[in-house]
């Protein structure tokens, strides 16, 4: 299975105060990309022991994940029966299950496998090859040759946009600039056309080349290349998959078979534990999904973000000059057709970076009261609003490599999104929101350095690409670096956001904010391993509680972490994890 088909299997899959709480807290979630299906086991195991979160806050994959919790909270089977909800939580696992024998995720398996294998071999030189031999007498041999090394394009592209999941517009532009060369009467009338067709078939195996390995240094038109995930259907295949579980009822006979016949054997374990031994529950739950598909329209993203629980999806947002400099910039890319264009784009005032959360419009103000803007990352805080959970799912999952900049508005201001990157690890928001305890489900290790080289491109931080790198002979190196800290380096606005070492960096304030955080190690899993085994994982997972916390959550949320216990490169082994 392709690394990109797992992630958009995976993807669309992702998801009023509860008086069963065993505490009255609220749920941050950091974004992880194709792994999201951690989310599943860290949410299920928090959910066990405390009961639904208050409030809740997450960018980038995260926002898919706290959309579907919002949905199952809204279902009136977890309503009525709170215990339930953590048996809705589980049987995610199970919706993986089920779609992979669908016939359209199989066709979508094969065609981006096809991608996939075109990207890892030579297409560079062999374009070049192509492109070199067209002249008058050749051009209908080399589109030969051409369109032999675009099966992609040749044959599913009709698939593509049969599923809703492929953004269009990358093979738009490459198919427009092909027909030109096709119905041109000489080689002057297509040189143009020859040109973006290169350029734009390029541009599309860049994207598979980079995927699952981004590197904010040297890919340089991420911002602006197109990407091959439609964002938009994958809002509305997850608002799908939410509707199915905010129509759980216990009047459902179907619900009231998976109850009686899955509950009482779930208790300490994921779904794929217990189908092992009780296969009939992963029957039933399939049952119920093909009736509610076959008789229900229903999209739970069109609702407003935060129906039952109060929920802060996050992205990155220009504005101002910025967002002039990007449209800008998008326009060029266009024009110049340059697999370097974007190697100089630079903002003007990286002010007008702003980092973006929606909510109910009276509990965003109450944040921007309460952020303490001495912070770094608070002084970004932007409001962006209340809207439909769509506006979220559309923008905040579609970061830089996956997507261009994509444009909304929030009321007469138009802006630029370029992901959910900003705040992987958002309880300041939540404490400004008045939350009083918090659990945060991260991974081990420092803030991602693929974020920080977005940051460094977008907010022109000073700090040296060579400490930033994720290339493969310097991403160990700074890894480590990244996580014992740069204790040379306490004042630049590279170490006010990210420096492990300054106790004072936004990154350090945000994990001293939480009172417990569920520690997960998901780094260590590809999206080829399937969902299960980083679900397990997930679940079984260790906290850090601090000392401060509800009393009764030192015993409750357990295991816990070694805190003393060190990484032999030379820093704590649960960085990350613990302030």
């Not at 067209?134 to 099966?151: C, G, Q, R, S, V």
């Not at 939410?242 to 899955?262: G, V």
Request: proline share 3%; with cysteine; hydrophobic share 40%.
């Amino acid at each position: 299975m392709s690394k990109l088909w797992g992630i958009l299997l995976v993807i669309p899959l992702l998801f009023i105060t509860n008086t069963s709480r065993a505490a009255d807290y609220c749920l941050s979630v950091r974004g992880n990309g194709e792994l999201i299906a951690s989310h599943w086991g860290a949410m299920a195991s928090v959910v066990e022991k405390l009961g639904l979160p208050r409030a809740q806050a997450g960018g980038s994959s995260a926002s898919i994940s706290i959309f579907l919790l919002d949905s199952i909270a809204s279902s009136e089977l977890a309503r009525q029966q709170p215990e339930q909800a953590v048996l809705l939580i589980k049987s995610l696992e199970s919706v993986t299950f089920w779609i992979k024998n669908q016939k359209e995720w199989q066709d979508f398996a094969l065609l981006t496998s096809e991608g996939q294998a075109l990207a890892s071999a030579d297409w560079a030189q062999e374009l070049d090859k192509i492109f070199s031999q067209i002249d008058e007498t050749h051009i209908a041999d080399a589109l030969e040759m051409f369109f032999d090394k675009l099966p992609l394009i040749q044959r599913n592209l009709a698939t593509g946009e049969k599923l809703n999941l492929l953004n269009m517009e990358s093979f738009a532009r490459l198919s427009q600039a092909v027909a030109i060369v096709q119905n041109a009467q000489n080689l002057s009338a297509a040189t143009g056309a020859l040109k973006a067709a290169r350029f734009y078939a390029s541009e599309l195996y860049k994207t598979y080349e980079v995927f699952g390995k981004f590197n904010a240094e040297t890919d340089h038109n991420l911002f602006f290349r197109a990407g091959i995930v439609n964002f938009d259907g994958l809002a509305q295949q997850a608002g799908r998959i939410a509707a199915f579980y905010a129509h759980a009822t216990p009047q459902n006979k179907k619900w009231q078979e998976i109850h009686a016949t899955c509950s009482a054997d779930l208790k300490n374990k994921t779904w794929g534990e217990l189908v092992a031994t009780h296969p009939v529950c992963q029957t039933l739950l399939e049952q119920a999904m093909e009736t509610f598909f076959r008789t229900s329209s229903d999209d739970f993203s069109q609702l407003q973000i935060g129906q039952n629980i109060a929920s802060f999806p996050i992205t990155s947002v220009l504005g101002g000059s910025a967002y002039q400099d990007a449209k800008v910039g998008m326009e060029n890319y266009h024009k110049e057709l340059n697999p370097e264009f974007g190697k100089t784009f630079q903002l003007r005032n990286d002010k007008d970076v702003h980092f973006g959360y929606w909510g109910s419009n009276a509990a965003l103000e109450k944040i921007a009261q309460n952020l303490d803007t001495r912070d770094a990352k608070s002084q970004r805080f932007l409001a962006l609003q209340q809207a439909p959970w769509f506006e979220a799912l559309r923008l905040s999952p579609a970061e830089p490599g996956l997507s261009a900049f994509r444009e909304f508005s929030v009321g007469d201001e138009t802006y630029f999104s370029a992901g959910g990157w900003p705040d992987l690890t958002p309880t300041l928001i939540l404490k400004a929101y008045g939350c009083t305890q918090i659990v945060h489900i991260t991974r081990r290790g420092g803030e991602s350095l693929f974020a920080q080289g977005v940051a460094k491109r977008l907010l022109n931080l000073d700090r040296d690409w060579s400490l930033l790198s994720t290339s493969p002979d310097a991403y160990q190196n700074n890894w480590t670096l990244n996580n014992v800290g740069d204790n040379s380096d306490l004042s630049s606005n590279w170490s006010e956001l990210y420096n492990v070492a300054n106790s004072t960096s936004s990154y350090k304030k945000s994990l001293a904010t939480a009172d417990a955080i569920l520690c997960t190690d998901w780094n260590r899993f590809k999206i080829t391993d399937g969902p299960s085994l980083m679900i397990e994982h997930a679940y079984r997972s260790p906290y850090y509680v601090k000392d401060a916390s509800v009393s009764t959550w030192t015993s409750v949320l357990q295991p816990q972490i070694q805190t003393q216990e060190q990484n032999p490169a030379g820093y704590p082994e649960y960085v990350g994890c613990m302030p």
